[in-house]
């Protein structure tokens, strides 16, 4: 068997292996870029959001009532994260985190209401995108069949251009049709070729969301760092109220820390606040520039909880080399999503990931079938 055969079956049994969790990262990724739009879509008419609404102090106000309200409603839960969509401002999500569960609201700012977002709607959808519902088992299979798309990719190109021992390129391959017209072939193999850039940045930093906490550690330690944490936090830092208190008796409010965000950085607005809830007491807001079009934070900080002082910053564009680390970690989310290029980046993404759906997988699974059926027939033919 030569260098190509042997790649070429390697190519395909591979993706046979991961066909499904495959098939299920992808289907439940596409509909995650569209989350916002299918969540307004799927709402009830009296929870219909006027997505023109710009956040302004009532609005604030009335967002800090709501969240009294559901902890009043929710009084074993904590508020963990308060979540501002990036394409509806007016409707902010609220997390909690429970004894047994995590929560999630919807506050409807218009319509003064607030409602929950049920397991079944795209917390399902995310859970299967990330674990396939099988727990820490499903995180490693979704991080494996990752790995082997990044492998198929790698191999995919070398057969593309290698046939048997000869490298061949011309124009003519990278034509959708081939001189004889449309070849279903030929068509699986184009697309793949064109996909592959943004097909490597998603795979990659899906990997790497995978096993985040392992990569981020294995980061931190080849830059001498003890943990994958800024350097100023990585002292305990002190609570200044007796643990035997409540934690967030004492915490300065949310609506301070909105406050806070308008008075010193007046030209970025809030996508999210990580609200403290350890005995180190820190808030994490992150922050995007408003004339800047993509739908991810580029600047984080680090605020102590009780005073909101400003414990870290890091700016994902102009970070330094000690906090690459952490700039990595702000453009993650942004380049496996594509959020990061704005609306462009989202659609192109979703463009790629419906492409590699039906011209890779379902496609790929077609003309392998078809071979099959091809060589079979040919076998019952010379045993007559």
């Given at each position: 068997?030569?260098?190509?055969?042997?790649?070429?079956?390697?190519?395909?049994?591979?993706?046979?292996?991961?066909?499904?969790?495959?098939?299920?990262?992808?289907?439940?990724?596409?509909?995650?870029?569209?989350?916002?739009?299918?969540?307004?879509?799927?709402?009830?008419?009296?929870?219909?959001?006027?997505?023109?609404?710009?956040?302004?102090?009532?609005?604030?106000?009335?967002?800090?009532?709501?969240?009294?309200?559901?902890?009043?409603?929710?009084?074993?839960?904590?508020?963990?994260?308060?979540?501002?969509?990036?394409?509806?401002?007016?409707?902010?999500?609220?997390?909690?985190?429970?004894?047994?569960?995590?929560?999630?609201?919807?506050?409807?700012?218009?319509?003064?209401?607030?409602?929950?977002?049920?397991?079944?709607?795209?917390?399902?959808?995310?859970?299967?995108?990330?674990?396939?519902?099988?727990?820490?088992?499903?995180?490693?299979?979704?991080?494996?069949?990752?790995?082997?798309?990044?492998?198929?990719?790698?191999?995919?190109?070398?057969?593309?251009?290698?046939?048997?021992?000869?490298?061949?390129?011309?124009?003519?391959?990278?034509?959708?049709?081939?001189?004889?017209?449309?070849?279903?072939?030929?068509?699986?193999?184009?697309?793949?070729?064109?996909?592959?850039?943004?097909?490597?940045?998603?795979?990659?930093?899906?990997?790497?969301?995978?096993?985040?906490?392992?990569?981020?550690q294995g980061l931190?330690?080849?830059?001498?760092?003890?943990q994958a944490m800024?350097?100023?936090?990585?002292?305990?830092?002190?609570?200044?109220?007796?643990?035997?208190?409540?934690?967030?008796?004492?915490?300065?409010?949310?609506?301070?820390?909105?406050?806070?965000?308008?008075?010193?950085?007046?030209?970025?607005?809030?996508?999210?606040?990580?609200?403290?809830?350890?005995?180190?007491?820190?808030?994490?807001?992150?922050?995007?520039?408003?004339?800047?079009?993509?739908?991810?934070?580029?600047?984080y900080l680090s605020?102590?909880?009780?005073?909101?002082?400003?414990?870290?910053?890091?700016?994902?564009?102009?970070?330094?080399?000690?906090?690459?680390?952490?700039?990595?970690?702000?453009?993650?989310?942004?380049?496996?999503?594509?959020?990061?290029?704005?609306?462009?980046?989202?659609?192109?993404?979703?463009?790629?990931?419906?492409?590699?759906?039906?011209?890779?997988?379902?496609?790929?699974?077609?003309?392998?079938?078809?071979?099959?059926?091809?060589?079979?027939?040919?076998?019952?033919?010379?045993?007559?």
């Amino acid at each position: 068997m030569n260098f190509y055969l042997f790649f070429r079956k390697l190519h395909l049994y591979s993706t046979l292996v991961a066909i499904i969790p495959l098939a299920i990262i992808s289907v439940t990724g596409l509909l995650l870029s569209f989350e916002a739009e299918i969540t307004q879509w799927q709402a009830e008419e009296r929870h219909e959001n006027d997505a023109q609404f710009i956040l302004a102090p009532e609005a604030l106000d009335a967002l800090h009532l709501h969240t009294e309200q559901i902890l009043e409603e929710n009084p074993q839960c904590k508020l963990t994260y308060i979540r501002h969509d990036i394409e509806a401002e007016s409707l902010p999500w609220i997390y909690l985190s429970c004894p047994e569960e995590r929560k999630k609201f919807v506050v409807n700012l218009n319509t003064n209401q607030h409602y929950p977002l049920e397991k079944e709607g795209f917390q399902l959808i995310l859970d299967l995108h990330r674990t396939l519902l099988l727990g820490n088992v499903g995180r490693n299979l979704v991080g494996i069949a990752t790995l082997i798309i990044i492998f198929n990719i790698i191999s995919g190109l070398a057969l593309w251009f290698i046939r048997g021992k000869k490298i061949k390129l011309d124009k003519d391959k990278f034509k959708i049709t081939t001189r004889s017209g449309l070849s279903l072939r030929h068509l699986h193999s184009v697309v793949a070729l064109y996909l592959t850039p943004i097909l490597l940045i998603i795979s990659l930093t899906g990997v790497s969301w995978t096993w985040r906490s392992e990569i981020y550690q294995g980061l931190a330690y080849l830059q001498n760092k003890e943990q994958a944490m800024p350097a100023m936090l990585t002292q305990a830092h002190s609570n200044p109220y007796d643990q035997s208190m409540n934690l967030h008796a004492h915490m300065a409010s949310t609506k301070s820390v909105y406050k806070k965000i308008a008075q010193d950085y007046p030209q970025y607005k809030i996508l999210g606040i990580s609200i403290a809830k350890t005995p180190t007491a820190l808030m994490t807001v992150r922050l995007k520039e408003k004339t800047n079009l993509a739908f991810t934070p580029h600047l984080y900080l680090s605020l102590d909880a009780y005073t909101l002082e400003e414990l870290y910053k890091t700016d994902g564009w102009q970070a330094d080399v000690e906090d690459s680390i952490y700039s990595y970690r702000i453009m993650q989310y942004g380049l496996h999503t594509g959020f990061l290029f704005g609306t462009a980046g989202k659609i192109l993404w979703a463009i790629c990931d419906l492409l590699f759906i039906a011209c890779i997988l379902a496609l790929g699974i077609y003309l392998w079938l078809k071979r099959r059926s091809v060589d079979t027939k040919s076998k019952l033919k010379s045993t007559r």
